[in-house]
Structure formats: C-alpha cells, structure tokens
C-alpha cells in the first residue's frame, strides 16, 4: 500500500499561477492513470484532470484551458500546472489513479488558496 506525497500549494492572488507536484514511491506510479483531485470546504472531492500512462490527457471543464497535467515516469511524479487561477480554485488538491486503486492510498494534499 502506497501514499502519493504532494506538494506545491500555497496562496496565491486571483490570475496568479501554482505547480503542483506528486511523488508516488515505487514502480506502480506508471501502471496507472494517474489524476489530480480537489476538495473545497463543504464540497465533495471531485476528478479535476487526469492523464495516462503514455500521456494523454483529460480536464473538467472548470479548469480546462488553464490547468495542465502532465507525468515523469522516470521520476515517479506528476505535476499540475495551475494558471489564472480563481478564487473557485482554492481547494485541497490530491493525486490518486483515476479511477481509484486499492493499492494506492490517499495523501496528505496540498492546500491551495486563491485569495486577494
């Protein structure tokens, strides 16, 4: 069982822009789609972009055009390029497969806060 270590988050002003980073320990990272999620107070967590094991990729509309996902095998490590960012954006942010494994646990996060 393996917990992905994310990292990155951080406040940021409206139209400001955030790289996120994922670490997931071993050799299963590049056997799976691999995506980021988000949960914002009150809310459901909620599939945000994924991409898979070759690279191609997919968003939630919310995000589309300003959030790009991509993967290093090699490294082990996923990364989520944020820009203009809005305050709907301020969330928790988390990497799991997408969907879901039961050998791969949730993480810490990594808060993220969109705010004048």
């Known amino acids: 069982q393996v917990q992905p270590v994310e990292s990155g988050g951080g406040l940021v002003q409206p139209g400001g822009s955030l790289r996120l980073s994922c670490a997931v320990s071993g050799s299963i990272f590049r056997m799976y789609v691999m995506g980021w999620y988000r949960q914002a107070p009150g809310k459901q967590r909620e599939l945000v972009a994924r991409?898979?094991?070759?690279?191609?990729?997919n968003y939630a509309d919310s995000v589309k055009g300003r959030f790009t996902i991509s993967r290093d095998n090699a490294k082990n490590t996923m990364y989520l390029q944020m820009n203009n960012l809005k305050p709907e954006d301020t969330a928790v942010y988390y990497c799991?497969?997408?969907?879901?494994?039961?050998?791969?646990?949730w993480g810490q996060g990594t808060q993220v806060t969109v705010s004048s």
């Open positions: 799991n497969a997408a969907p879901l494994v039961v050998t791969l646990h």
């Open positions: 991409v898979n094991q070759v690279g191609s990729t």
